[in-house]
């Protein structure tokens, strides 16, 4: 399947008007072909435009529709089998059987959002039927549903080129509310963005959905993403990337004169608590599920493992010995873009030349090109509360370990700790009590709390949460993975007295369609 180089505008392909940029592999350094257009703010006009036309059709749908574009979707990608691969391994690195399982969830994701739409629960429809003689006022008929906000725009992310990118789970979610999505394509993975671009029109397509129900737009730097964010037709913006990307987005978006909402994945340290019982029982087995979890993808996941706690003694020295172990003999493994290892490089040698950390280990030398070596660290539990800039994620393999001096000191350095996607408790029969005691403690710092377990991976499920209190996530009451994404997209609307004709039809008197509160009690 042959790439054009050119921009989706309203389920067309345009030829852009700016310079064009090329992907660059990071095994190489080389340009790949073709050439990508850059977008213009005209190009950001039309596409914008062409959305705002498109909601009130797209949005008016009935979710049978909109779930069987959903499912086309996933056809769609599923149908590029290995050419998206592929062009997915040149422009990131990234290995064969991980981008293959990538493909994979990302039409899952499609298919999870078409259920959740025929299901109906989204909607969370409730009906307070009138009481007319109610004294000593009457009480109205009311009767409430969800509703899509409009227009939204998602940021491909750079470690995730497909689950979190063209049709990723932000895309999949809004576009499962009723909203047009423009997708900012992220540069590192051009051809990738324009493949799944390809997937996506073909099933609006096939489908029969409004022309401006998508559109791709490319372009380094940050002009085309602040003029996306600014235009007053765009109402939510889905992000995955850096702490500084997200928070100059959201600064963007709330001093327009109508503010939106920016639901951004940002920055997360995922901490890992080792508790004593669990420690002096299996300490070499939890370094080798350590060092495994925390290399995986040369560490470039935003639920990577970069602080541990544990109290000192002799079986947190095992650990550690076992653990540098590991680090040392890790393979250095290509990262996603130049400027990821060169920031990633930046991050290890802060800490390598901060005083209040020891280095333990490093990896094996780079044998290529733009090649990151795992690095592990310690610090005791006091320097690391003095200076916020040692808790700063390094994104790539790195961790550290927080030596505690006691358990008043773990519940220190929990407090002292901001938002996290994450935290993992490693725990044995013995040691439950205290578990029990860190468990409520931990519910205010992160979104998912695993047990025995390592917070790589991230399950695609109606009960998982992957978001966190900020910094992790710009807003921690949301999730960018599982069904309550499409909760981002959504506001209620409530309806007074209307008449049956004027409801929508899930609200109506005798529909059945959909889960229901009426009167207070759940219906099915």
Known sequence: MSLTGELFIASQRVKGAGDGFRAVSPATGAEIEPSFSVATVADVESAAAAAEAAFPVYSALPRGKRAEFLDAIADEIDALGETLTERAMAETGLPHARLTGERGRTSGQMRMFARELRLGEYLRARIDHEIPDRQPARKPDLRLRMVPLGPVTVFGASNFPLAFSTAGGDTASALAAGCPVIVKGHSAHPGTAELVAGAITRAAEKTGMPKGVFSLINGPGNSVGS??????????????????????????????????????????????????????????????????????????????????????????????????????????????????????????????????????????????????????????????????????????????????????????????????????????????????????????????????????????????????????????????????????????????????????????????????????KPTL
Not at 385 to 399: C, K, L, N, S
Not at 412 to 419: C, D
Request: charged share 20%; aromatic share 6%; glycine share 10%.
């Open 227 to 520: 003029a996306l964010v600014t235009d007053p037709r765009i109402k939510a913006v889905g992000f995955t990337g850096s702490f500084g990307g997200g928070t100059q987005l959201m600064k963007l978006a709330a001093n327009r004169p109508v503010p939106i909402p920016v639901y951004a994945e940002m920055s997360s340290i995922n901490p890992v608590l080792l508790l004593p019982a669990a420690l002096e029982a299996r300490a070499e087995a939890l370094a080798a599920g350590f060092v495994g979890s925390l290399t995986m993808g040369a560490g470039q996941f935003c639920t990577n493992p970069g602080l541990l706690l544990a109290i000192e003694g002799p079986a947190l020295d095992r650990f550690l010995t076992a653990a540098s172990d590991g680090v040392g003999g890790a393979a250095a493994q290509t990262m996603l873009t130049p400027g990821i290892h060169k920031a990633y490089e930046s991050g290890v040698a802060r800490m390598a030349s901060a005083p209040a950390f020891k280095q333990l280990a490093e990896g094996n030398e780079a044998g290529g090109l733009h090649c990151g070596r795992a690095a592990l660290f310690t610090i005791s539990a006091k320097d690391f509360i003095a200076d916020p800039e040692h808790a700063e994620e390094v994104f790539g393999a790195t961790a550290m370990v927080v030596r505690c001096t006691d358990i008043d000191e773990v519940l220190a350095v929990l407090a002292y700790l901001e938002g996290q996607l994450t935290a993992t408790l490693h725990f044995d029969e013995a040691d439950t009590d205290l578990a029990r005691k860190l468990v409520p403690v931990l519910e205010r710092k992160v979104g998912r709390i695993l047990a025995n377990g390592w917070p790589t991976g991230v399950e695609v499920t109606d009960a998982i949460v992957h978001g966190g209190p900020f910094p992790s996530t710009s807003d921690g009451r949301s999730t960018s993975v599982g069904t309550l994404a499409i909760d981002r997209f959504l506001r209620p609307v409530s309806y007074q007295d209307l008449p049956d004709a004027l409801l929508p039809e899930e609200l109506r008197e005798n529909y059945t369609g959909v889960p229901r509160r009426v009167d207070g």
